[in-house]
């Protein structure tokens, strides 16, 4: 406990307003005395001479903020404020010596909010993976009963579990293959790739590698690309597999026998593909959540294509990599358009 006989309000303010952390000195009767930058920074509405309870009118802060002006001990506590977006907050509550029967008071808030979110996502991640891994290994060990049980000696039987068993199998490889480029992504997100390579040679590469899958879905694949080779500062395999995730979902969930066209442009300092299908379209509502990890408008049809519930995930995370940025537009019944907007080689790049 600080003596404000020898370290009196006046310095305590001085005090507090230098320090780096979201503090706020309260008087005896809970209004502010001072408030560091960081702590104004993060609440706003409160100013030196109001009353903490004015604008923090959590009943579980008020409550310890008045013991230990009371009593003169320490209290830790969370809040969580549900608007106008969700924040969580450690805050440590300390008392000065005052000179009557009531204490000041020292609040110290950690914001929480970011550490919260991650492990909400981390728990989610590896909740909706072992789903996702749970569903075919189910079928499979299912189909391994069977065939050493009912279906021992019936030819025909064991033939078509095999295939389905098969079938099975390649889902949860593509699903192990798409977590570990997704965690290889991640752990590189802080260094910019600075290799020159070709977003138009990509282009052609992959369009090439998927013309047998647009035959099968009798789509027509429309590549557009400069004459000259556009160069961006990148990392070729996470570009190759940018490519393949966006011109494969058109493919897949555009409209069988239409048009997927894909645009390579470039601009002053940028480049840019656009895949661009004439399927059915996405609703509003599911623009915002795309890029989110196993998010599927209809799972039913995106399991029945192969889909792993990662590629846009994936896309998303090799655009920030490149420092780039991806959007999305799509109406309900005018196909959607997804476009990644990348540095060129060469250009003056921020946030590298």
């Given at each position: 406990?600080?003596d ?14 230098a ?18 930058p ?8 409160l ?56 204490h ?18 981390r ?6 993976a ?10 499979l ?40 480029s ?8 802080h ?6 390579v ?9 369009v ?28 070729r ?47 509003p ?68």
């Amino acid at each position: 406990m600080i003596d404000t006989a020898v370290f009196p309000i006046t310095a305590a303010r001085s005090f507090v307003e230098a320090l780096g952390s979201a503090v706020v000195l309260l008087d005896e009767l809970g209004v502010a005395q001072a408030l560091s930058p960081a702590m104004r920074a993060l609440i706003p509405g409160l100013e030196v001479g109001k009353l903490l309870a004015l604008v923090l009118r959590d009943p579980d802060l008020i409550e310890a903020i008045e013991a230990v002006a009371r009593d003169g001990e320490r209290k830790t506590l969370e809040l969580v404020e549900r608007v106008p977006v969700e924040r969580t907050f450690r805050i440590h509550i300390a008392a000065l010596a005052g000179s009557g029967e009531r204490h000041p008071t020292l609040l110290t808030f950690e914001d929480l909010s970011e550490q919260r979110v991650i492990e909400r996502m981390r728990v989610d991640f590896v909740a909706n993976a072992s789903h996702e891994l749970r569903t075919p290994l189910a079928s499979l060990l299912g189909f391994v009963e069977t065939l050493q049980g009912p279906a021992r000696n019936d030819e025909r039987a064991r033939e078509r579990f095999l295939g389905i068993m098969r079938e099975q199998g390649l889902r949860m490889a593509r699903l192990v293959d798409d977590l570990l480029s997704l965690s290889r992504i991640e752990q590189r997100a802080h260094v910019a790739p600075d290799t020159p390579v070709d977003l138009a040679g990509i282009s052609r590469e992959i369009v090439d590698s998927l013309t047998l899958l647009a035959r099968e879905r009798e789509v027509t694949l429309k590549l557009k690309t400069p004459s000259e080779p556009l160069k961006v500062p990148g990392d070729r395999d996470e570009l190759l597999r940018l490519m393949e995730n966006l011109v494969e979902n058109a493919i897949k969930y555009g409209k069988r026998g239409g048009e997927v066209a894909i645009t390579v442009e470039a601009q002053d300092e940028e480049a840019s593909v656009c895949v661009r299908d004439d399927g059915p379209g996405i609703a509003p509502e599911h623009l915002p959540r795309l890029t989110e990890r196993f998010y599927r408008i209809d799972t039913a049809a995106s399991r029945e294509a192969g889909g792993t519930g990662l590629g846009l995930a994936i896309v998303k995370h090799i655009v920030l990599r490149h420092r780039g940025r991806l959007t999305i537009e799509s109406k309900p019944g005018q196909g959607a358009t997804f476009k990644a907007i990348l540095p060129r080689f060469g250009a003056t790049r921020t946030g590298a």
